[in-house]
């Protein structure tokens, strides 16, 4: 490999990805009438977007964190805090009290998808979204 095909592929991120879910995302993308490279592209940008990035100096902090770890800036105005409390609003408007319960089951589902993934049931083209019972 030459040095240039080195340094352009210093800037790729290769997945891997379970067959299944790979042709979710080809059904998904051919859909919206984007290739599967955009589609994943699209993806990953919307979600680094809800990351908690510091307005300050561009560090991506953990979602929990007030202050950036890096230059100790407030993260009060990261896109994730702007974000996270106009969702908040709007459910709180929309559904009063119950509201405050869907947004705190949507950051669960946002923060760890991985550990919500075992309550969500594929039941044909519907999914159903269970709780376990404390």
Do not use: H
């Amino acid at each position: 490999m030459d040095t240039e095909t080195a340094e352009k592929n210093d800037d790729q991120i290769l997945l891997r990805l379970p067959k299944t879910l790979k042709t979710q995302i080809e059904t998904a993308a051919k859909l919206e009438g984007m290739t599967t490279q955009e589609w994943i592209r699209k993806a990953v940008s919307y979600r680094i977007s809800l990351l908690n990035v510091c307005p300050a100096c561009g560090t991506i902090n953990i979602s929990t964190a007030k202050y950036c770890n890096e230059c100790g800036a407030s993260l009060k105005e990261s896109k994730r805090t702007l974000y996270m409390e106009w969702m908040a609003q709007n459910l709180e408007e929309e559904f009063g009290e119950k509201g405050s319960q869907l947004f705190a089951d949507w950051m669960q589902l946002v923060d760890d998808p991985g550990a919500q993934i075992k309550s969500i049931d594929k039941n044909g083209k519907w999914v159903v979204i269970t709780q376990e019972k404390p």
